[in-house]
């Protein structure tokens, strides 16, 4: 059964990075960004709460990386597929943040009406108990991980993606070459098997294995 849930997300995420080519190639832009935080919103704004654990703060980052996002399609080259990259503009729109270092471009929503209205229509509409979910999640186990940790298990777990794409995200940039993405997959890879110990010694510890 699971593996049946992992091939449908992948023919629905194929469908939708095919639309978006299309609206690409056409410069329909609008409707790109419209497809984009549709299809992908409200899993990328349950990603930003698990990672900043602020409701507040994650709306705020969810905004600036849909809106760093509207600025950057024309110059999209497909070198990932649109979700992973979607994916690193949050991951690193939200590490500086987290650092305090966030330097947020000006954009009035004014100048980006379509875009403002989806971005609040998903903070609004997500629903309830994905938030709960989202916390509760955090708040076992993993609240004994280091936000890179958490992070590590998201992507690959929660999220599915493979090894390359989370190193895609990880490393947050466009035009990486091929040996630091192969690199960084190895790494993630080495770090989840360490991960899966150190949750397996936690879950012993809290007396989960009985």
Not at 11 to 36: I, N, W
Not at 157 to 172: F, K
Request: aromatic share 8%; proline share 1%.
């Amino acid at each position: 059964m699971a593996n049946a849930g992992v091939e449908k997300s992948c023919v629905k995420h194929g469908a939708v990075e095919q639309k978006l080519r299309e609206c690409h190639e056409k410069g329909d832009f609008e409707g790109m960004a419209t497809l984009a935080i549709r299809s992908y919103g409200e899993e990328l704004f349950c990603y930003l709460i698990g990672l900043l654990q602020n409701d507040l703060d994650a709306e705020e980052v969810f905004a600036q990386t849909c809106y760093e996002m509207w600025g950057s399609l024309e110059s999209f080259q497909w070198k990932s597929q649109f979700r992973t990259w979607v994916y690193a503009i949050a991951h690193k729109t939200g590490a500086l943040f987290l650092r305090g270092k966030a330097r947020w471009r000006t954009v009035r929503l004014e100048d980006v009406p379509h875009i403002g209205k989806l971005v609040e229509h998903v903070r609004t509409q997500t629903r309830p108990y994905l938030r709960t979910d989202v916390k509760s999640g955090v708040s076992s186990l993993r609240q004994h991980l280091t936000m890179e940790e958490q992070v590590l298990l998201h992507l690959r777990i929660d999220r599915d993606m493979s090894w390359r794409e989370v190193a895609e995200v990880t490393l947050a940039g466009d035009n990486r070459e091929e040996s630091e993405l192969q690199r960084e997959s190895t790494a993630c890879r080495k770090r989840f098997e360490r991960i899966k110990i150190k949750l397996m010694n936690l879950a012993e510890e809290a007396g989960l294995l009985d």
